[in-house]
């Protein structure tokens, strides 16, 4: 832990008096190519690694910001520093327009979209006269500070390290925060993220456009450093190999960028001297070595090259300073007995097949009322039309006596419904302690830029004091600080109400949370369940469980192939011959 503690300054340390040192120059300028290259790789850890968007394309945003800089200082005249906010400004419009096309697409589709942009960005910085073609642009200025040429070596090497390290610790505080943690959890997938009041769409392109800013810094510096551009160094093959140098250190981790980058940097200078001298003729054959490399790693150290530099800087868990910290906003919780929720004939069409067929119920405040029926009933479909996940072919749901039928799911959670999933979703790479926060995601504001520079530590101290609570509520706060992935699935599953309940809900509908679980398991979640009824909280609960849905609830609704088949207490349910028909397939 000590180790870890001043890991960070000793490196920052050892960077900014590098060039005072008396190193060889061939090693300060590696190092500022190091530096340039870890700011574009810092950006895919960010998009790749923790939001798992792959970007094939991050060279052209060195080349905005690269041409920018080229072309306002040497055709315009515009001062080298204020060309930085220039190209930094292009980026973040040109990531913008071409997040919003290509940031809804999935699967494969993504890096694809990623290569065309690329290789069109690529081919106009090629074929525009007034950017030279493929010439490119001569004669850039060196950048000067107080009167004092930095030239393109030890004096420019504080800069670019300056900017690499600051870059860093944001991004840094950037992954340990509100909008943080909602962009860790796309590489899971959507549903979870927006059940919790997350736009997916909008932290995606959150990403993508920090991903950008930092390559055009990237861009910006190495124009001066250069002191000429041409499309070359932003071709799609330069663009492969960012994302090669984020996956060889560490696609996850934020010094793997920097770790990536060295290695690179270093091991293909060699070889571009000693392939040659052993083959017996010229050629860049550093690119089937560094394929068969990646191969390699991709097999045996998924995970890149920092998880053995890891192991010697374990992480410190995190520190409870929130015992003293405010109470999060809470909403106006309904009167008992209120109407709650209203499922008034709502269908559910996929193509000729019916799988929800006109099914109404309704909830009252402070009930616990089941959704039960054989496999394939359509339970779990009612409840993503419940929660937006589905749109209805027809039908309507009021919540509260407003209309949400229509809504998105984290419209529906922003009014108060919460839930939980048949299939446990979380972020095994996060806390419990951290997968619970982000429940509390629609009752805190704090933005990307307030997390980077720190500004948000008072309402994370709220929202860790209101994890922990929920936490204890159903008695796991003693596994606060455990990786959510090592859980057994029974207090995964309890992890996932406590995250529900975190958003403070007025409703909680729990998809099936016995399953898997034994028999002592079952019983604690009934008693937490209880104590979750007797605490005023409504819940609507799906189960096939049916010793342990009769013990628990106060009504059950019963569904069969997609119908409303009754409505009643446990008792009633337990006496109708049609429902032992339903399970049973016989009357008798």
Not at 32 to 47: D, E, M, S
Not at 156 to 181: E, F, M, Q
Not at 232 to 240: A, E, H, L, Y
Not at 436 to 449: F, H, K
Request: a neutral charge.
């Amino acid at each position: 832990m000590v180790v870890r503690r001043f890991a960070f300054p000793l490196f920052a340390l050892f960077m900014l008096v590098l060039p005072a040192l008396p190193v060889p120059d061939f090693w300060i300028t590696q190092s500022n190519y190091i530096g340039l290259y870890a700011l574009v790789a810092l950006g895919l850890v960010l998009l790749t690694g923790v939001g798992g968007l792959t970007s094939f394309g991050q060279a052209a945003f060195v080349g905005i910001g690269a041409y920018t800089a080229a072309f306002l200082a040497t055709k315009v005249g515009v001062s080298p520093w204020l060309t930085l906010f220039a190209g930094v400004g292009i980026a973040v419009v040109t990531a913008f327009l071409l997040g919003l096309v290509t940031l809804r697409m999935s699967g494969h589709y993504l890096p694809l979209a990623t290569i065309a942009w690329g290789l069109a960005l690529n081919y106009t910085m090629a074929n525009m006269e007034w950017l030279g073609k493929y010439d490119g642009l001569l004669d850039i200025p060196s950048l000067h500070l107080f009167g004092h040429d930095l030239g393109t070596g030890r004096g420019l090497h504080d800069v670019i390290w300056l900017l690499a390290l600051a870059a860093a610790l944001a991004v840094t505080h950037l992954l340990d925060s509100r909008p943080g943690r909602a962009i860790r959890s796309l590489k899971s997938g959507s549903t979870m993220a927006e059940a919790m009041g997350i736009s997916t769409l909008r932290y995606k392109l959150v990403a993508f456009i920090t991903a950008a800013v930092l390559a055009a810094v990237s861009g910006w510096l190495f124009a001066h450093f250069q002191r000429t551009v041409n499309p070359t160094p932003f071709s799609i093959s330069k663009g492969i190999e960012y994302l090669f140098i984020a996956v060889l250190g560490g696609i996850g981790n934020v010094w793997g960028a920097f770790l990536g980058s060295a290695v690179v940097r270093v091991v293909e200078d060699q070889l571009q001297v000693l392939l040659p001298q052993l083959i017996g003729t010229s050629g860049n054959f550093e690119t089937i070595v560094f394929g068969i490399v990646l191969v390699g790693v991709l097999k045996y150290a998924p995970d890149g090259l920092w998880t053995f530099v890891g192991r010697w800087l374990p992480a410190a868990p995190r520190v409870r300073d929130w015992g003293q910290a405010a109470a999060l906003p809470a909403r106006d919780k309904p009167r008992r007995g209120e109407a709650l929720l209203e499922v008034d004939r709502v269908r559910k069409e996929f193509g000729g097949l019916v799988a929800v067929n006109d099914v109404s119920f309704r909830i009252d405040a402070g009930d616990i009322v089941g959704l039960i029926g054989p496999n394939g009933a359509g339970k779990s479909t009612t409840f993503n039309l419940i929660t937006g996940v589905l749109e209805l072919t027809s039908g309507s749901v009021r919540f509260r006596g407003a209309p949400i039928s229509g809504l998105p799911s984290r419209g529906i959670a922003r009014r108060g419904i919460s839930r939980t999933f048949q299939h446990v979703k979380m972020i095994p790479e996060m806390t419990v302690l951290e997968n619970v926060a982000l429940g509390g995601y629609l009752r805190t504001r704090s933005g990307t830029l307030r997390a980077m520079l720190r500004l948000d530590r008072e309402e994370e101290r709220q929202l860790f004091a209101e994890a922990e609570r929920q936490l204890a509520r159903i008695g796991m706060a003693d596994h606060m600080h455990e990786l959510a992935g090592n859980l057994a699935l029974g207090p995964q599953r309890l992890m996932e109400i406590a995250r529900a309940l975190c958003t403070d809900p007025a409703l909680l509908l729990l998809d099936e949370p016995a399953a898997g679980l034994r028999h002592k398991e079952k019983q604690a979640l009934a008693g937490i369940l209880r104590q979750l009824k007797d605490e005023g909280m409504s819940i609507l609960l799906v189960e096939h469980d049916m010793d342990f849905v009769m013990g628990l609830t106060d009504r059950i609704v019963v569904m069969e192939f997609g119908t409303h088949l009754m409505e009643g207490t446990p008792a009633q349910v337990q006496a109708s011959p049609a429902v032992r028909a339903a399970y049973l397939g016989t009357e008798h």
